[in-house]
């Protein structure tokens, strides 16, 4: 007899809560399993969804959701939640001036959503999303996506019918966001965690006073190198962070800029699509840059650093998402559709990389990944 859907409904769910039985009382320490329970939640959502149901709430109504939580932002009225005790509306229109309509109204999307709490009528309270959205730099993300990307994602559709469903190859940039991408990593493991810098790079650097160990090129206001170079086993050589002239300006302008000069960090400024000036450096490091470009542009990004390289000695490391194959996951999926809108840029899977760095002359050595499989170090040399 052929299973019937509530069968097969009650069959998912004891895998699942087998695959929970498994999981470390801090379930963030394992993540392989924590993204494979994700899944299968998803997968157990979408069985008890009708098309319709799922038509509605992740293509038709899904922008909504975002708006919805940058008009709260910028309302203030997510700061009047901050001390985490519940608030009413009224309290929130007293605090902001907003009308108590339309607060209710909004409202109803994010406590829908758990972006805000609800503890009765009108009353609210903020929850993990909503003090992760009060963090500067997650705040300009949504502006910034709620903005910038937005338009551009409108307007995919009719860029692409007028030009016969190519993939866009114009290099647009987009506006400076700093605080965004000095944020937008955490709650991943820092590339130090992904990758073993002290054996592969620290202890096999060349005995030089002058000898580099690493340049972090586009690597904005240093928070990479800074955070580096915290560790005294990581300072066995000069640490160099290149950008734009402008961007290094805002280094300087930065709270934290004396961390700079206290970690012996130099600044350099340089231009990626120009060639590299610093040659033999022991590791070159690129942090999502290249998905801000199409292959043409990061062709070019990979010569002019692959032409400063030592031959068995210097690394090109690449610090991005590295999609699977096949069975890409939601995000991203997303981030991928995100870049192509913004920058025409992508994000690559594993066999798009191999090709990409191949074509410059480089041979990925091994792609060091997390347990979820997309943070990603890409560890290349030069080709022999």
Same mark, same amino acid.
């Given at each position: 007899?052929?299973?019937?859907?509530?069968?097969?409904?009650?069959?998912?769910?004891?895998?699942?809560?087998?695959?929970?039985?498994?999981?470390?009382?801090?379930?963030?320490?394992?993540?392989?399993?924590?993204?494979?329970?994700?899944?299968?939640? #998803?997968?157990?959502?979408?069985?008890?969804?009708?098309?319709?149901?799922?038509?509605?709430?992740?293509?038709?109504?899904?922008?909504?959701?975002?708006?919805?939580?940058?008009i709260a932002l910028d309302g203030k009225w997510l700061e009047v939640l901050?001390?985490?005790?519940?608030?009413?509306?009224?309290?929130?229109?007293?605090?902001?001036?907003?009308?108590?309509?339309?607060?209710?109204?909004?409202?109803?999307?994010?406590?829908?959503?758990?972006?805000?709490?609800?503890?009765?009528?009108?009353?609210?309270?903020? $929850? #993990?999303?909503?003090?992760?959205?009060?963090?500067?730099?997650?705040?300009?993300?949504?502006?910034?996506?709620?903005?910038?990307v937005a338009r551009s994602m409108v307007n995919l559709p009719g860029y692409?019918?007028?030009?016969? /469903?190519?993939?866009?190859?114009?290099?647009?940039?987009?506006?400076?966001?700093?605080? /965004?991408?000095?944020?937008?990593?955490?709650?991943?493991?820092?590339?130090?965690?992904? /990758?073993?810098?002290?054996?592969?790079?620290?202890?096999?650097?060349?005995?030089?006073?002058?000898?580099?160990?690493?340049?972090?090129?586009?690597?904005?206001?240093?928070?990479?190198?800074?955070?580096?170079?915290?560790?005294?086993?990581?300072?066995?050589?000069?640490?160099?962070?290149?950008?734009?002239?402008?961007?290094?300006?805002?280094?300087?302008?930065?709270?934290?800029?004396?961390?700079?000069?206290?970690?012996?960090?130099?600044?350099?400024? /340089?231009?990626?699509?120009?060639?590299?000036?610093?040659?033999?450096?022991?590791?070159?490091?690129?942090?999502?840059?290249?998905?801000?470009?199409?292959?043409?542009?990061?062709?070019?990004?990979?010569?002019?650093?692959?032409?400063?390289?030592?031959?068995?000695?210097?690394?090109?490391?690449?610090?991005?998402?590295?999609?699977?194959?096949?069975?890409?996951?939601?995000?991203?999926?997303?981030?991928?559709?995100?870049?192509?809108?913004?920058?025409?840029?992508?994000?690559?899977?594993?066999?798009?990389?191999?090709?990409?760095? #191949?074509?410059?002359?480089?041979?990925?050595?091994?792609?060091?990944? $997390?347990?979820?499989?997309?943070?990603?170090?890409?560890?290349?040399?030069?080709?022999?």
């Open positions: 007899m052929a299973s019937s859907a509530r069968d097969s409904l009650v069959l998912s769910i004891k895998s699942l809560l087998a695959q929970v039985e498994k999981l470390p009382d801090n379930i963030y320490e394992d993540e392989a399993g924590r993204q494979d329970l994700r899944k299968q939640i #998803r997968h157990i959502k979408d069985d008890l969804s009708s098309p319709v149901e799922r038509i509605f709430e992740e293509l038709l109504l899904q922008p909504h959701q975002s708006i919805a939580a940058r901050a001390d985490g005790k519940p608030k009413t509306a009224q309290d929130i229109a007293s605090a902001t001036g907003a009308e108590t309509e339309l607060i209710t109204r909004i409202m109803m999307v994010l406590t829908a959503t758990n972006v805000v709490g609800e503890r009765g009528p009108q009353t609210y309270l903020a $929850t #993990r999303i909503t003090h992760t959205l009060l963090d500067p730099g997650w705040a300009n993300g949504l502006r910034f996506c709620s903005e910038l692409f019918r007028r030009n016969g /469903y190519k993939v866009p190859q114009d290099v647009k940039t987009g506006a400076i966001f700093n605080s /965004y991408m000095t944020t937008r990593k955490q709650g991943t493991k820092a590339w130090t965690d992904i /990758y073993p810098a002290k054996s592969n790079l620290c202890n096999r650097i060349e005995r030089s006073k002058d000898a580099v160990l690493l340049v972090d090129i586009g690597g904005g206001v240093g928070q990479v190198l800074k955070e580096f170079a915290k560790d005294p086993a990581h300072r066995t050589g000069r640490l160099i962070l290149q950008d734009l002239p402008a961007t290094l300006a805002d280094a300087d302008a930065d709270a934290d800029a004396g961390a700079l000069e206290e970690q012996g960090i130099e600044k350099m400024a /340089y231009n990626f699509f120009t060639p590299q000036p610093v040659r033999g450096a022991k590791a070159y490091y690129l942090r999502a840059i290249m998905h801000d470009w199409p292959n043409r542009a990061c062709h070019e990004i990979s010569n002019n650093t692959a032409s400063a390289m030592r031959e068995g000695y210097s690394k090109l490391l690449i610090d991005e998402l590295v999609l699977p194959d096949c069975n890409v996951p939601l995000r991203g999926a997303l981030s991928d559709i995100h870049m192509m809108a913004i920058e025409s840029g992508s994000e690559r899977t594993s066999t798009q990389w191999h090709d990409l760095l #191949r074509s410059s002359g480089l041979q990925i050595e091994k792609i060091w990944s $997390t347990d979820s499989r997309m943070e990603s170090v890409i560890e290349a040399v030069l080709a022999e």
